[in-house]
């Protein structure tokens, strides 16, 4: 670290001011808006690594999966107007599954702001709902201090993005000014009299019922929690694409609370009398729309823990609110022991209607995806990574696959397509000793598949399914259903998907039924590049559970 107050340019100081918070790995597209930062960068590139990608919209996925995967920030770093405008989507993503997150961008010079000048946008008012916290460092010698205040804004609390912006001028402007040390991680820890209350409720508890999720938990507090979940014979599942938080192998473990939920889950969490959330924010998807606890006082005694203190009371009214970071509050609850006798035999029904659900159900056509990816859950080593995007495919994987460590699901919670693909760029490059599969649909892989040029050129060797039903197959699916028949806008005309990889210089196969799946993914995995598989899978085969044509008969038996 500098601390000899040597004149440095504007990038050079933020170029340091990143290697200074621990940054190791930074994501982005250039820009003539900060030529000054690339010129720091340069200078650092043995501890940092630049990622160039080839649309902010894969740079900010890549970014938000790395928050994601490491529990460090996400660093993005984008030109004025059109990269901030690209940019957006992980930034929205990272926002509503609680990733820490710094997003850099260009901006016009001060001399000319407020003009609208050449790509001016006012990033305060763009990003004021989708970052923590937006600012502009208007000032060369006040970027160590804007880069720490923002670290800490990124990881206090409920984790999240947030936005700097950096006029052309003052990137390009010298100050000596010292570096600032690496960011501490603010959050709070319960209080005894809370743990008691705790205590009480859940002592007088008959169906107690827990779910984890969110933003801010470590190894070591989900292994704590799970120990601790497993002594009390207590039946917990996890929130909408968090699985990975709560190992899927343990006696406790009774599925995930997201969309496609099993209803006998969904009944468990209605019927459950006292409810301990830790984590989750209890969010539409996780709460079947909010219909699974009563808005704003839940039936279920609600005991809620969040790092984020907004968060409580903000749609639920708890019966026990609890503001702590998560591992501060697994601590403290380990020091609370309970038999849980009495809770033993409903912690085992929960089980069996787990693993009854994840078993694949038969599906139309010759390539049956569900036992793709049973064959994957078996198959692929422990700490294995897996990407998903959002789309009717992703269905499967959350239903059939079953996760067995601390971040080795990496999804976006807001729904959004194209994340996994570069998700498992980003993955790869981060933890390149641990294997990675991005799930992708059709359309979902389109949408950053320029990615995999990305992949190419920095050795992300990692396979990549493409599971194709020449369809937006969800919004079919939602379509049939309020509108029967009327189909529009949903067909999508595919490339050859295995020849797009091979035309990047990647690998790629074709697999239309299911036994040819196997050999295909060991010679995808061994061909030492990056790798796509295109599974063609039926068209009517919408959900793990139904069919398009069965969607479209009830909705028009309902009609009649
Ligand atoms: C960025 C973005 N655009 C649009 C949507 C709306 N949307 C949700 S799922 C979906 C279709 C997904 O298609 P595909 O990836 O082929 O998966 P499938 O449902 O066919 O399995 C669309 C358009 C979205 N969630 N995110
Ligand atoms: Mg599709």
Not at 42 to 65: I, N, W
Not at 83 to 90: E, K, Q, R, S, T
Not at 186 to 199: C, G, I
Not at 389 to 414: D, I, K
Request: glycine share 10%; with cysteine; net charge neutral.
């Amino acid at each position: 670290m500098k601390t000899d107050l040597q004149t440095r340019h504007g990038g050079k100081i933020l170029a340091d001011a990143l290697v200074a918070q621990g940054v190791k790995m930074a994501f982005g597209v250039p820009g003539e808006s900060y030529l000054a930062l690339l010129d720091g960068l340069l200078d650092v590139r043995d501890k940092l690594s630049f990622v160039v990608c080839r649309q902010e919209g894969g740079a900010s996925y890549m970014a938000e999966a790395y928050g994601k995967l490491t529990g460090e920030p996400g660093v993005l770093l984008v030109t004025r107007g059109p990269g901030a405008a690209n940019g957006a989507i992980g930034m929205h993503t990272g926002f509503q599954d609680s990733t820490p997150m710094v997003m850099f961008i260009g901006q016009v010079g001060n001399d000319m702001v407020e003009r609208e000048a050449f790509q001016e946008i006012d990033y305060r008012r763009m990003y004021g709902q989708m970052a923590k916290w937006v600012a502009q460092i208007d000032r060369v010698e006040r970027i160590p201090e804007y880069v720490s205040h923002a670290f800490h804004t990124a990881m206090a609390g409920r984790p999240g993005p947030v936005v700097l912006a950096l006029p052309e001028d003052m990137l390009f402007s010298e100050a000596a000014v010292a570096d600032v040390e690496r960011h501490h991680v603010v959050r709070p820890a319960p209080a005894s009299s809370q743990m008691e209350q705790l205590k009480k409720l859940l002592e007088k508890a008959a169906k107690p019922f827990v779910i984890v999720g969110g933003g801010g938990w470590d190894r070591e507090a989900c292994l704590k929690l799970q120990r601790w979940v497993e002594t009390a014979r207590l039946p917990a599942s996890t929130s909408f694409r968090c699985q990975d938080l709560f190992d899927n192998r343990s006696a406790s473990y009774a599925g995930d609370v997201g969309i496609g939920l099993n209803p006998k889950l969904a009944q468990r969490v209605r019927e459950a009398d006292v409810l301990l959330v830790i984590g989750a924010r209890l969010g539409e998807m996780t709460t079947s729309a909010y219909t699974l606890l009563e808005v704003p006082q839940p039936r279920q005694t609600l005991i809620h823990v969040h790092a984020g203190a907004e968060e409580l009371g903000r749609v639920y009214r708890p019966a026990l609110a609890i503001n702590s970071g998560y591992p501060q509050f697994v601590d403290v609850l380990s020091e609370i022991s309970f038999h849980g006798e009495k809770w033993k035999e409903e912690t085992g029904k929960a089980r069996e209607d787990y693993l009854e659900w994840i078993e694949p159900r038969p599906m139309p056509g010759k390539l049956h995806y569900g036992e793709v990816i049973r064959w994957l859950s078996k198959n692929l080593p422990q700490d294995a990574i897996i990407a998903g995007g959002a789309g009717n495919f992703a269905g499967w994987l959350h239903r059939h696959f079953s996760y067995r460590g601390f971040r080795t699901q990496l999804g976006p919670t807001n729904g959004s397509m194209g994340y996994g693909y570069p998700a498992g760029v980003a993955a790869k490059l981060a933890a390149p000793n641990r294997t990675v599969i991005a799930i992708c649909g059709d359309g979902d892989f389109l949408m950053n598949g320029q990615e995999l040029a990305t992949a190419v050129q920095y050795g992300a060797n990692f396979v990549a399914l493409v599971i194709n039903n020449g369809l937006y197959g969800t919004i079919r699916m939602h379509q049939e259903r309020e509108y029967p028949g009327r189909v529009f806008g949903t067909d999508l005309r595919n490339p050859d998907f295995a020849a797009y990889a091979r035309a990047f210089g990647a690998h790629g196969e074709v697999v239309e039924e299911t036994a040819a799946f196997a050999p295909a993914f060991e010679r995808a995995s061994k061909s030492g590049k990056p790798a796509i598989i295109e599974l063609r899978i039926d068209p009517d085969a919408i959900t793990p559970a139904t069919t398009l044509s069965a969607v479209r008969e009830k909705a028009l038996r309902s009609r009649r």
